[in-house]
């Protein structure tokens, strides 16, 4: 069995089937996405309680976990998902039932038992998966780092209990790469024991940015035509902006070679790596710039060099550098997107 279809071409059936953040912004599927949901499905598949992913920050881990818990399409088995941020709790049972129960959508109770704790949390897991008709909770953790050893053995004493009821935990661990000085260090701090390791972590993978041209095309079209630009607007976000260009042959996703290379230019010249990844969170903040403030210019027909060279300007992609470093503020340009102020600053 293999995981849900990726959405393509929701535009020409007549209907989007977009997924939104809490915000009400489209989430675009990535291939790294593709990637993570068709490892979790394999992962159940194989019986496992759980699965890990790390990235940088800015990658797109977050709208993973929106993506798992607003649709229901990507998978094919049933199940109840729910997104929690983690935090440390050392070796606290109770700080992590309260954790859980408040993520649940309940209100903690204070001077209860350990096992009356436990009881109210399996009881609203159970509840929530009748009124579902499943018996499968996905719960997705995001900022897993933030997590202690001890806090791992909370998660299976809650696999241990809905097991004995016949139903069961799925956890996606979401850790953010940890770097200093250029070197990356470990992932995260964790030391987990076999047993956990072997219910939670088998299947322990990267979650990837935005790394090639081809990935970049991709992301385009979908934003093109694939990403509603809000709950019931019925078109993208360029398709609104510029409709006249879309009944011809114009489309912001070829120009992904030339995008794809500027881009490169600019960061190899800002000391960055050639073959590095793009953060999602640049490259979603050029698609909407070119949309907004490119292709609505008066008489546009089509995007120039210096069109380009705007937009990977105003993505601040070139600041982009997930290595912990001493802050160095930027410098007041005037204009952040023109590139000749920039390159005047460089050389003060």
């Known amino acids: 069995m293999t995981a849900g279809r990726k959405k393509r071409s929701t ?62 399409d990507w998978c094919a088995y049933t199940y109840v998902a729910v997104c929690a941020i983690a935090r440390s709790f050392g070796y606290a049972e109770s700080m992590f039932m309260n954790w859980i129960i408040t993520d649940l959508g309940q209100r903690p109770i204070a001077r209860q038992s350990a096992q009356n704790r436990l009881d109210r949390v399996i009881n609203a897991i159970e509840m929530m998966l009748k009124n579902a008709d499943t018996d499968r909770l996905l719960l997705v953790v995001d900022d897993a780092h933030l997590l202690e050893t001890a806090a791992l053995q909370h998660f299976a004493t809650l696999d241990n209990e809905l097991e004995k009821r016949g139903k069961s935990i799925f956890v996606v661990f979401l850790f953010q790469d940890r770097h200093t000085s250029n070197k990356q260090e470990e992932i995260n701090k964790l030391y987990a024991p076999p047993q956990i390791r072997g219910r939670f972590f088998t299947q322990f993978h990267q979650f990837h940015g935005i790394r090639s041209r ?28 510029a409709p006249h260009l879309y009944d011809g042959p114009f489309r912001i996703a070829e120009f992904s070679d030339k995008l794809w290379d500027c881009g490169v230019q600019q960061r190899v010249a800002a000391g960055r790596g050639e073959f590095d990844e793009w953060p999602l969170q640049a490259v979603s903040v050029m698609a909407r710039y070119i949309a907004r403030q490119i292709i609505t210019k008066p008489g546009f027909t089509e995007m120039t060099d210096d069109d380009i060279r705007l937009a990977i300007g105003y993505s601040d992609l070139v600041e982009y550098d997930s290595a912990c470093a001493e802050l160095k503020f930027t410098p007041d340009r005037g204009n952040a997107a023109d590139p000749e102020g920039v390159q005047e600053d460089e050389d003060v």
């Open 11 to 72: 535009r020409a059936l007549g209907a989007f089937q977009t997924v939104f953040t809490r915000k009400g912004e489209p989430i675009i599927e990535t291939s790294s996405m593709e990637d993570a949901l068709n490892r979790i499905v394999v992962a159940i598949e194989k019986g496992y309680r759980g699965i890990g992913f790390h990235s940088q920050s800015r990658f797109g881990k977050t709208f993973l976990s929106w993506y798992i818990c607003k649709s229901l």
């Open 214 to 241: 081809s990935d970049l095309k991709d992301f385009l079209q979908q934003f093109e035509d694939d990403a509603e630009m809000r709950p019931g607007a019925g078109e993208t976000l360029p398709r609104s902006l």
